[in-house]
């Protein structure tokens, strides 16, 4: 018996249907485009389940910092949005740019730039002298940063008397806060640059440039007693975030209504509830909820009645009673092209299930 045992400790080394830690495919930085320095983080290699495209993190702009999950199936229409970012923005294919804040790579998603053939990279350090040093070193044409970082970053090059060394004509992409208004006077006179304002956050990718809507199921639905704020909504799903509506137009683009550089966080927030699926299971229905907490950090509850094996799903968005001390009315989502992100992470699930990559050193009892 102990020869059997032998040639089984032989043949493991060699052959076998699971992968050794050797032979596990590898995800590392550079494979995700941000391989780049922060002051904010530390390098941890995880183990990173296959139904997921990659794993990101939410920026800690207004609550704890929190894992997200990217799917496969969210992908195609994440990378057109970013796509649709770059083009009206004006930057060309195989521009060079320069990110100052590596994770925000993983709101376009590195797959985005890679197809779009932008050439980007990061600074030596997170900091304002280092950003200064990598557009005299490496003259880019875009800029990917924060708008408040950018605009102290240029007010010191005027004030150590360098502004003139810089490249001049730069598009300046600005997120992951909100847009500083101080800084499209600074970046005329120091770089004569164009500062477009992206809005999106890592869960869902970019949702809006200078106030026009990167997607199709971008929605903005009015706020009960909001004072004409507006709460945004992708394929569904409600981002916690409101917005007034101007007919005048966004700073950056007239043409863009949404002003999106004064955002407030809604109160009381919305409730999702799936009144009906093109799902056959409620059980797969649950799971797409529980999922959509898990990796997005949405609530999505399931009503009592839901229809099943409806012709398309069918949101209510509902004001949260409780938090609002009274009933406030809401809205119901029946159209196919406003429902996708709530329809592609369905597939996602289904996608799921239907080729789930088991380990068999971890089987659970049905």
């Excluded at 794993?55 to 994440?78: D, K, M, W, Y």
């Excluded at 060394?165 to 909100?178: D, F, S, V």
């Excluded at 477009?196 to 903005?220: K, M, N, S, T």
């Excluded at 683009?253 to 109160?267: A, F, K, L, M, Q």
Aim: glycine share 8%.
């Amino acid at each position: 018996m102990a020869g059997i045992l032998q040639e089984i400790s032989a043949l493991v080394k060699d052959f076998g249907s699971a992968p050794t830690m050797e032979e596990m495919p590898r995800r590392p930085l550079a494979a995700k485009g941000i391989a780049g320095p922060t002051a904010a983080h530390v390098i941890e290699e995880v183990h990173t389940p296959l139904n997921l495209s990659y794993l990101t993190f939410t920026t800690g702009s207004s609550a704890f910092q929190n894992i997200v999950g990217i799917t496969h199936a969210e992908l195609p229409a994440r990378v057109a949005a970013s796509h649709e970012a770059l083009r009206r923005s004006g930057v060309k294919p195989h521009d060079k740019a320069v990110v100052t804040y590596p994770p925000l790579v993983n709101v376009f998603a590195g797959e985005a730039l890679k197809a779009y053939g932008l050439e980007w990279s990061f600074l030596i350090r997170s900091s304002r002298d280092a950003f200064l040093a990598a557009l005299y070193e490496q003259q880019p044409q875009v800029v990917v940063g924060e708008s408040s970082f950018l605009r102290a970053a240029l007010e010191d090059a005027v004030h150590m008397g360098v502004a003139q060394e810089l490249p001049q004509g730069l598009i300046l992409l600005t997120a992951g806060t909100p847009l500083d208004l101080e800084l499209l006077p600074v970046a005329e006179k120091v770089l004569k640059a164009k500062v477009h304002d992206l809005y999106g956050c890592q869960e869902f990718g970019w949702l809006a440039l200078d106030g026009v809507p990167l997607r199709d199921d971008v929605e903005l639905l009015p706020l009960p007693g909001g004072k004409g704020m507006h709460e945004l909504t992708v394929g569904g799903l409600p981002m916690g975030d409101s917005f007034p509506v101007s007919e005048s137009g966004h700073v950056c683009d007239r043409s863009g209504h949404i002003i999106t550089y004064r955002r407030e966080r809604t109160y009381p927030e919305f409730e999702v509830i799936v009144k009906a699926s093109t799902l056959a299971s409620a059980t797969t229905l649950g799971r797409v909820a529980r999922t959509i907490l898990r990796i997005k950090g949405r609530v999505v509850k399931i009503a009592p009645d839901v229809v099943l094996k409806a012709p398309r799903t069918v949101l209510e968005l509902r004001p949260d009673c409780i938090a609002a001390g009274r009933e406030l009315p809401g809205y119901v989502i029946d159209d196919p092209a406003k429902t996708k992100f709530f329809d592609d992470l369905v597939q996602a699930q289904l996608d799921y299930q239907q080729n789930s990559k088991a380990d068999p050193v971890w089987t659970k009892r049905k």
